[in-house]
């Protein structure tokens, strides 16, 4: 018996002299202290033996198990220290490297165009206030003069959530819910998100931007919607701009028109950004339809004012010269950075 132990403690400190991973020095526990190693095997035979030699064999045992362990612990401990010293050579640290810069985002090209667009009608003296991305087909358009069938309905599809109410597809629902809150004089700009069932292409998306504007109060002519719109072009694309309406049509305003500014980059002699005409349109508006006013509670007689929506996309290509709107939506940080 003690022949025997002598051979196991003898093999398993070799053993474990001649390991050096974690997992080696576990195989060795398992194949000699564990249930079925070979100390637990000889602790089994002890039935076989005398009882007066048993204190003596377990002894034996004992310090067998003790050697063996003293010895595991001991190996284990060096293993580990040898691992921390190589993690440790492999993951310096320089401190003395400058600290990686926090990246910081900033403001979408549309919402810097948004803002400077705000300045100029703040200036001007107008509050800017929202109103409902989801709408109520009345203010969308009945309550614009744009009843139920008449073919301007066509051109503006819509998401509709049921036969009431729906994605707005222009800003100008706004204006009704101004002037059913407010007395005159009212002078508001309205941006916001509009939607429309179009597809996606350079120039179309089904959700973009319109900036409303709004002027009403006692003796408001066509010179003072010129003279305004002018003002507003020349702060926005400078001082030399000069401005034009042409006649148009929309069910809200009478008489309507689109108003082109003088190409900023080529002063008006035609080129790329103009398509050569020198020109470049880049709102619609109006004098307020007397019905409109009617509608929403306001005197025709008494008041007048005048309308306009512009189309926020389409400053914000211009002004950076970019000609696919789709860039503004794809939140790609290479393009957004450059703003
Ligand atoms: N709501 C019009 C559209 O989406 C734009 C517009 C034109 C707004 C004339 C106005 C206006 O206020 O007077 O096409």
Not at 10 to 33: G, H, M, P, S, V
Not at 64 to 87: F, M, S, Y
Not at 261 to 268: D, L
Request: hydrophobic letters at 35%.
């Amino acid at each position: 018996m003690q022949e025997k132990l002598v051979k196991i403690r003898e093999e398993a400190l070799a053993k474990l002299n001649a390991a050096d991973t974690a997992e080696a020095l576990n195989e060795i526990r398992l194949a000699y202290l564990g249930k079925k190693g070979q100390l637990t095997e000889v602790l089994k035979g002890m039935r076989d033996v005398a009882p007066e030699d048993r204190p003596k064999v377990g002894e034996w045992v004992n310090s067998t198990r003790k050697a063996i362990e003293d010895k595991l612990a001991a190996v284990q401990k060096e293993i580990g220290e040898k691992a921390l010293e190589v993690r440790l050579k492999a993951e310096t640290v320089d401190v003395t490297l400058p600290a990686k810069l926090p990246r910081i985002g900033h403001r979408h090209p549309n919402t810097i165009a948004l803002e400077e667009l705000e300045r100029v009608f703040i200036g001007m003296g107008y509050e800017v206030v929202e109103g409902p991305e989801v709408e109520y087909d009345y203010y969308n358009f009945e309550a614009l003069n744009i009843p139920a069938n008449h073919p301007a309905k066509d051109e503006q599809d819509t998401f509709y959530v049921n036969d009431k109410i729906l994605l707005r597809t222009q800003t100008s629902p706004v204006q009704v819910r101004v002037m059913e809150k407010k007395k005159p004089p009212i002078r508001i700009v309205a941006p916001g998100r509009v939607f429309r069932a179009d597809d996606v292409d350079a120039t179309h998306s089904p959700s973009f931007h319109q900036v409303e504007g709004l002027v009403i109060d006692k003796n408001i002519t066509f010179s003072d919607l010129k003279g305004t719109l002018a003002q507003f072009a020349r702060e926005l694309f400078g001082q030399d701009t000069k401005v034009k309406f042409r006649p148009h049509h929309f069910p809200f305003t009478e008489p309507s028109a689109e108003m082109d500014v003088s190409c900023f980059k080529c002063g008006g002699k035609g080129c790329r950004m103009c398509k050569g005409s020198g020109w470049i349109e880049i709102l619609g508006c109006g004098m307020v339809h007397p019905k409109v006013l009617k509608m929403s509670g306001i005197d025709p007689e008494e008041y007048s004012g005048f309308a306009f929506g512009i189309g926020l996309e389409r400053i914000t290509l211009l002004k950076y010269e970019i000609d696919d709107m789709r860039l503004l939506y794809e939140n790609d940080e290479r393009f957004l950075k450059q703003f």
